[in-house]
């Protein structure tokens, strides 16, 4: 018997095992498991950009003329031009003066987090940073102090108390990927200048989905440009991989030389960054994909609200992310059992992805679906409401008030 049985069995009792499934066309509207199609309510391609003809156009002309393989390290091997082009994109999209380019999202929060701070320095997180942000910030070795999500004033008095020496970084999700709602970007610039702390966002979730012309929730809130340092990544709204760093040049250089998740990696492949920059030309050019998005979503959340479906609250209604809150994991569990009977593919999100007592089914919109096959989705969430109600009921009769924690929430 292998020494993690115990372990695994632990978890199935729980109802928090998970397991690979094999599927078919996950990034599209509509997937394929076993033979059976199921409309996808759990893809972060927001913009159906996945398969946009520009975007694939992109990389196969690269492919046939680059290559795949980068060959190393971007220090080793050189800067290649698919870099220089990506990069110089995405400054300019995000109105930042420059941005690095890393192989992964994940591994561009790790990086930039172990080479900003140190153990002299203390960072302040938001109680549900994603998981990838947590792990920066334990691999930093900095102190960590947690607020309560969302929380200024409580911030507030974390810095007011820490004391001057060394770096102060405040990091947070600009969207939050569990919830859907946002950090309150302003009052944290605020607060970050008041007491010299850097401030760095994540917006994985809001790039391209949020603002004028997608430029996230920075643009959304009237302040492009404005945070020092902007993470996000590729594999949400432009459908691709990859992570991104948008700062000023000396940070950027600075990373350059520090980031071990960019020193020690392989660059991203040329024909993903040459697709990426087609993607961001989409999303600029392309502002209709992002109003259907936001219509949709809208739809989604004012109907599932008046069917009486508990709600993960957002100030901004447009964001593709609605998570109806169950409690219990088991009953998350039997509630996407149930949706998957009636050909909807969403996935129920456990601990510990999200605090205990917080289970949910989260559901992601994209512009590129049917009006009429979500016509067909809210029918099914109408006939479910009642076995959902008495799930929420009995999860508010034990835990009628969760206590958030924080938690490395799923991409």
Request: with cysteine; glycine share 8%; net charge neutral.
């Amino acid at each position: 018997m292998s020494i993690f049985r115990a372990d695994l069995d632990a978890l199935a009792a729980a109802r928090l095992l998970r397991h690979l499934t094999p599927l078919e066309d996950g990034a599209r509207p509509w997937l394929t498991h076993e033979g059976r199609r199921y409309l996808n309510v759990s893809s972060s391609n927001y913009l159906g950009l996945a398969d946009h003809p520009a975007v694939v156009t992109a990389a196969i002309e690269s492919l046939r003329r680059e290559g795949f393989g980068g060959g190393g390290s971007c220090l080793v091997t050189g800067h290649h031009p698919a870099h220089a082009a990506l990069e110089q994109a995405l400054a300019a999209h995000l109105k930042m003066p420059a941005s690095l380019v890393f192989a992964a999202g994940y591994q561009t929060n790790v990086g930039v987090l172990s080479a900003l701070a140190g153990p002299a320095d203390i960072i302040f997180a938001d109680a549900l940073n994603h998981a990838s942000l947590i792990d920066g910030c334990r691999l930093s070795r900095a102190a960590v102090r947690v607020y309560r999500h969302a929380d200024p004033d409580h911030l507030a008095s974390l810095l007011a108390a820490a004391p001057r020496t060394g770096r102060r970084l405040i990091v947070t999700d600009g969207v939050f990927s569990m919830d859907g709602d946002v950090a309150p970007l302003p009052a944290l610039l605020e607060l970050a200048a008041r007491y010299e702390a850097l401030l760095v966002v994540d917006d994985a979730h809001g790039f391209g989905v949020l603002g004028r012309e997608g430029g996230g929730l920075p643009e959304h809130v009237g302040r492009a440009g404005a945070v020092p340092v902007l993470i996000g990544t590729l594999s949400k709204a432009a459908g691709l991989q990859g992570g991104y760093v948008a700062s000023d040049p000396d940070t950027i250089h600075y990373l350059v030389n520090k980031a071990r998740g960019f020193v020690f990696a392989t660059g991203l492949v040329a024909p993903i960054a040459r697709a990426a920059v087609a993607a961001l030309t989409v999303i600029r050019q392309e502002p209709e994909r992002r109003m259907r998005l936001w219509q949709k979503a809208r739809r989604l959340r004012e109907t599932l609200t008046a069917l009486g479906y508990t709600l993960a609250p957002t100030p901004y209604p447009e964001i593709p992310i609605v998570a109806i809150l169950v409690g219990a994991a088991e009953a998350a569990v039997a509630f996407a059992a149930a949706l998957r009977d009636h050909g909807i593919w969403a996935t129920a999100i456990r601990p510990p992805s999200v605090p205990p007592g917080t289970s949910r089914i989260r559901l992601t919109v994209m512009a590129t679906q049917d009006d009429r096959d979500w016509t067909d989705a809210l029918g099914v969430f109408e006939a479910l409401a009642p076995r959902y109600h008495s799930w929420r009921a009995a999860a508010l009769a034990a835990q009628p008030t969760p206590v958030a924690s924080p938690s490395g929430p799923e991409s």
